[in-house]
């Protein structure tokens, strides 16, 4: 079962409200994401980082923000949020060599809701 | 560049019917092919992966054959059960390019009915 957590699972909030969504993961590993999943369940990459210090954009612009300053914590921020900002978000982490395995492991995902 | 296209759903099936769902792929060089499934409520998880040509993936009842001939890699699972009720990604890994990350379909969803 893969250790990664994300809080919060439910969110509603006023726009123009800072938010932050935490991503903690307990298996050491150095590579995390952040995707964003539409209501059609598409999955679009917003950041990833390789490590500590070290954040990159994705595929997909996002407003929000992101942050590594520890190997097991990923949070991601919107300074101030809007309507559109109204979605799922799935953090993920895998080994380095995720280009050998593959393999991503999720948290169970934030939902955000702005009215 | 590198891309994934999987058939759209939603997908509605008989407990112990058949299914099927296409997944085809445009990648230069050898990528490795992966299905990921998302239950609902929940996050996604590995459910199956090829890494070359010829191999078949197996979990779960669930399996995939890694076809470049066709570039594709159908999942298919001969009897399905209301559990299999979820969210199925297909998605590659290019080592080449995209910075190391998964590129994944738009996802299908499956509906298995009693």
């Known amino acids: 079962e893969a250790d990664i957590y994300q809080t919060p699972r439910y969110l509603v909030i006023g726009t123009g409200k800072k938010i932050t969504l935490e991503c903690s993961q307990t298996?050491?590993?150095?590579?995390m994401y952040w995707y964003q999943q539409d209501p059609g369940m598409e999955l679009h990459l917003i950041h990833y980082?390789?490590?500590?210090?070290?954040?990159e954009k994705g595929d997909l612009s996002s407003e929000s923000t992101v942050s590594r300053i520890r190997t097991e914590h990923f949070p991601l921020t919107l300074e101030s949020a809007r309507p559109s900002h109204t979605s799922q978000y799935l953090c993920?982490?895998?080994?380095?060599?995720?280009?050998?395995?593959?393999?991503?492991?999720f948290g169970e995902g934030s939902r955000l809701t702005v009215l | 560049g590198n891309s994934v296209t999987q058939m759209e759903g939603p997908v509605t099936l008989s407990e112990e019917a058949f299914l099927t769902i296409n997944c085809t792929y445009t990648?230069?060089?050898?990528?490795?092919l992966f299905w990921y499934v998302q239950y609902p409520g929940e996050g996604l998880q590995l459910l199956l992966k090829?890494?070359?040509?010829?191999d078949k993936g197996s979990n779960k009842g669930f399996e995939a054959t890694y076809r470049k001939e066709t570039t594709s890699f159908h999942l298919e699972k001969g009897s399905v059960q209301v559990s299999d009720s979820a969210v199925y990604f297909c998605?590659?890994?290019?080592?080449?390019?995209?910075?190391?990350?998964?590129?994944f379909g738009k996802g299908t969803k499956l509906s298995v009915k009693p």
């Open positions: 993920a982490s895998s080994e380095f060599a995720t280009r050998r395995t593959g393999e991503l492991f």
């Open positions: 298996m050491g590993h150095d590579k």
């Open positions: 980082s390789y490590g500590v210090n070290s954040t």
């Open positions: 990648a230069t060089g050898y990528p490795s």
């Open positions: 090829a890494t070359k040509a010829d």
């Open positions: 998605a590659l890994l290019n080592y080449g390019g995209s910075q190391g990350n998964l590129i």
